[in-house]
């Protein structure tokens, strides 16, 4: 009996709330104030996660770092790249270019360089894409336009291309390496996959992509010989200058050059060793 009455006076205080709405007290005051500290908040994440890649390791705004690079392929070092970009696009965005001088001239200064050219951004394959340089694990390419002098555009690719060693062709594959100051020959970290994204971390670092014959020990690869003068080549933001142009190589003993390497023209690219240095020939593929 007493479990009757109980279920009838639920029923009866169900069917009193039907249709009645829940009030909050103070009127409609403070969902307002809920709903504004709710998209307060979606503000506040949006532009942290915004500005958290210009605030991890690496340039920030403000920054004018100078770091060496190169672009080595089996026995010698490509002329550095000799356009300084600052009527680009893209230069206006990143605030990164080269002067000829074989040295990344590092110094985002507006809103638009982060998120693409400061912090976790900041890596080696955005300065490369600055001139129209390419690379995967298993290919590299390089723009004609960028090259000294001008051709079509090359490219190394593994399994298809060969460096000759001592005369013999010989397989070759790619991988990067990044002295930790240009000063340092034994701080070097090198890497055979994900290429392109090591990251700048701090001033006067070193980064280098080769395409070397498989052989070739890591500890063999030298430093580009513009490295050594990077301080000094790093001033020349604070004046003007022309392209420098560098005599001579660093090349690998009994090493010649890449065999097969193709042009967008359809031309086998062949670098044949004389007794001092490396020629290019390019031989007409019919």
Avoid at 57 to 72: C, R, V
Wanted: overall charge neutral; some cysteine.
């Amino acid at each position: 009996m007493g479990k009757a009455s109980s279920a009838k006076k639920v029923a009866r205080l169900a069917q009193r709330g039907k249709g009645k709405k829940i009030r909050f007290q103070g009127g409609s005051i403070f969902p307002i104030a809920i709903a504004a500290v709710f998209v307060l908040g979606v503000l506040v994440v949006g532009v942290s996660r915004h500005y958290s890649r210009a605030e991890a390791a690496g340039p920030k705004l403000g920054n004018h770092w100078h770091l060496a690079y190169g672009i080595y392929v089996c026995d010698h070092y490509l002329d550095p790249f000799k356009d300084n970009k600052e009527s680009s696009a893209d230069y206006q965005e990143l605030q990164i270019h080269s002067h000829g001088d074989g040295v990344m001239h590092w110094h985002p200064s507006n809103e638009q360089a982060i998120n693409r050219s400061t912090g976790k951004s900041a890596r080696f394959d955005v300065f490369l894409g600055l001139y129209g340089v390419k690379v995967t694990d298993t290919k590299l390419t390089i723009t004609g336009a960028e090259l000294t002098p001008p051709s079509g555009d090359v490219t190394y690719a593994e399994d298809k291309d060969t460096c000759d060693v001592n005369g013999k062709p010989e397989k070759a594959s790619l991988r990067t390496i990044v002295w930790d100051r240009y000063d340092k020959a034994d701080a070097r970290t090198v890497r055979t996959s994900d290429l392109g994204n090591e990251r700048i971390l701090h001033d006067q670092q070193v980064f280098v992509v080769a395409f070397v014959a498989d052989s070739v020990q890591n500890a063999d690869l030298p430093l580009p010989k513009w490295a050594t003068d990077l301080p000094t080549l790093g001033s020349v933001d604070q004046a003007p200058t022309t392209p420098t142009t560098f005599p001579g190589d660093s090349t690998l003993p009994g090493a010649t050059g890449a065999t097969g390497a193709t042009g967008a023209t359809g031309a086998t690219v062949t670098t044949v060793a004389p007794s001092t240095t490396a020629a290019l020939v390019t031989t007409a593929v019919n």
